[in-house]
């Protein structure tokens, strides 16, 4: 019977999380209050950093976009995947690690590549 009672709980606030999910009395997030970007410094750290980082967000990330063929392959260069990369992590997993990356207010989407 415990279990019952547990299960409907959990639908109850999981159907109540979701639903309410788009009220205009929420927290305002990072996101609403000022868009920025989190991007690789310039000049970018050492390849060594980058592809140490790089290595660990996708494996906690969707990076397909980096990948070949995908929209932000291009420039195939480890600094442009790393600052897509890193601004994925930022939007999916928060923070922005100052000692490679920098926050900034200027969108670095470009043609095809969008930045979260």
Same mark, same amino acid.
């Given at each position: 019977?415990?279990?019952?009672?547990?299960?409907?709980?959990?639908?109850?606030?999981?159907?109540?999380?979701?639903?309410?999910?788009?009220?205009?009395?929420?927290?305002?997030?990072?996101?609403?209050?000022?868009?920025?970007?989190?991007?690789?410094?310039?000049?970018?750290?050492?390849?060594?950093?980058?592809?140490?980082?790089?290595? +660990?967000?996708?494996?906690?990330?969707?990076?397909?976009?980096?990948?070949?063929?995908?929209?932000?392959?291009?420039?195939?260069?480890?600094?442009?995947?790393?600052?897509?990369?890193?601004?994925? +992590?930022?939007?999916?997993?928060?923070?922005?690690?100052?000692?490679?990356?920098?926050?900034?207010?200027?969108?670095?989407?470009?043609?095809?590549?969008? +930045?979260?």
């Amino acid at each position: 019977m415990a279990k019952i009672y547990f299960c409907l709980f959990l639908i109850s606030f999981l159907f109540g999380t979701f639903v309410h999910a788009d009220n205009k009395n929420s927290v305002p997030t990072r996101r609403d209050e000022e868009k920025d970007w989190c991007i690789v410094h310039d000049p970018p750290p050492s390849d060594e950093k980058l592809q140490g980082f790089l290595d +660990y967000a996708c494996s906690h990330i969707n990076c397909t976009a980096i990948l070949p063929g995908g929209d932000c392959f291009e420039p195939d260069t480890l600094a442009s995947h790393a600052s897509y990369a890193f601004d994925l +992590y930022y939007n999916v997993i928060g923070g922005c690690d100052q000692e490679i990356g920098r926050l900034t207010t200027n969108d670095p989407s470009y043609g095809r590549c969008q +930045y979260p």
